[in-house]
């Protein structure tokens, strides 16, 4: 990591994509930011242009590139919402600057959760699969509500996304069904039921079901459903704005400043703990 200055440095990496043009834009705005570096996939056809020139607007003063290890390197906190397997390459890399790792990507399976976990040895690691102060809070409602209804109340999570959405359930419905899990003593693991299909047989009791609709620019749309005999009661955040995700992250950044190493997520930044 170069030398703390007061307005941490921040690389984004997967600036061509939807995520990560929202982080450029609201970085450039944010007093308490500065962008030192654009990051792509290698051989991107972004690579040498200017960032705010690649996103077809005016010139901003930093060069999109594919060297990770170099731009990496000039970052007190790396903004990184991409896929899976550039997370965990990048996280490397991140751990070895000593600057912050904020991430977004979702869809990482076990083995690449304990790589992350690796990492966060050496410096933090802030990982969500929702950066938005709404979710979060929403987060704890759920805990909350499983706890206080009974095992007749039957829980189903219900998300839709955009038609570009590769993974399923999205990682706020995993948070949304661990929290409800947790309400209720239990692992997620224990009670997850996925997309359903054919003769599946009745409802087993205590278990957590999950549903997943993709279509047309839907930014998020999350609803945990507690069904009783008689009576529903449904938890809903509805995404308008991907600028609530990327100002959560651009938080977490700042926010992870002065942390040691080790693994965080936005309870910690949000003090929701
Ligand atoms: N935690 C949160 O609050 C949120 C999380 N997300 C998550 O963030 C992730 C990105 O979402 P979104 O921006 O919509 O997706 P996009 O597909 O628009 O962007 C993904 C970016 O990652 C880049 N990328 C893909 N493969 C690699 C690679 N091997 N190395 C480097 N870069 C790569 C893509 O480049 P290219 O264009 O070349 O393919 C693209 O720039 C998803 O996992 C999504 O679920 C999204 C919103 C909120
Ligand atoms: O891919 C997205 O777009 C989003 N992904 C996150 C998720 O998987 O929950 C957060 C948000 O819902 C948008």
Redesign the pocket.
Known sequence: MTATTEVPGIVV????????QMLVRLVLENPETRLVGA????G?DWVGRDVGEAMGGAPVGVIVSDDAVSVIAKAQAVID???P??TV?YAELTAQARAVHVI????LDQAQLDYLNAAARHAPIIR?????LGVNLLVGLTRKVAAALGEDWDIEIVEAHHR??V?AP??TALMLGEAAAEGRGKALADLRVPGREGITGAREAGSIGFAAIRGGDVV?EHDVIFAGAGERVVLRHLATD?AI?AR??IRAAIWGQDKGPGEYDMDDVLGLN
């Open positions: 990496t997967g600036v061509s994509g939807r995520m990560g990051l792509v996939r290698e991107h919402f991409t896929t397997n550039a390459a977004g990507t979702t869809g969500a699969g929702n950066m938005s570009h959405k993974d999205s990682g998020g991907r995700f959560g992250a």
